[in-house]
């Protein structure tokens, strides 16, 4: 059983930076794709960065130049430096993951979700 595990959500100042980070483990043969989403009371979810295996990253516009996404492919880990922050980025963020696992077959997983608040 895959396990997504997220830290690093919290209460920042306008302008200020966090940096979340996604352990996956479990039963993992290889991991495609690694993603941070976001979702706000009455929205749908969005995708804010994602990584693919082979490293190419991919951002939305909203937030182009003051995230990176990163991953650690030894450690199935991906994290998301947000600097710059607005009170509009203020939302829980989810982690995503698809993964070949041990027994077959890909599979989509997801974090429980960490809230980050960007507010004076």
């Known amino acids: 059983q895959v396990h997504l595990v997220e830290s690093g959500g919290g209460l920042v100042q306008p302008g200020g930076s966090l940096r979340l980070s996604c352990a996956a483990s479990g039963g993992i043969w290889s991991i495609t794709n690694m993603e941070w989403y976001r979702q706000t009371p009455g929205n749908q979810r969005e995708l804010v960065a994602g990584?693919?295996?082979?490293?190419?990253?991919n951002y939305a516009d909203s937030v182009k130049g003051r995230f990176t996404i990163s991953r650690d492919a030894a450690k199935n880990v991906v994290a998301l430096q947000m600097n710059s922050l607005k009170p509009e980025d203020t939302a829980v963020y989810y982690c995503h993951v698809e993964c070949y696992v041990n027994t077959g077959g890909l599979y989509n997983y997801w974090g429980q979700g960490t809230q980050v608040t960007v507010s004076s």
């Open positions: 990584v693919t295996g082979s490293g190419n990253t």
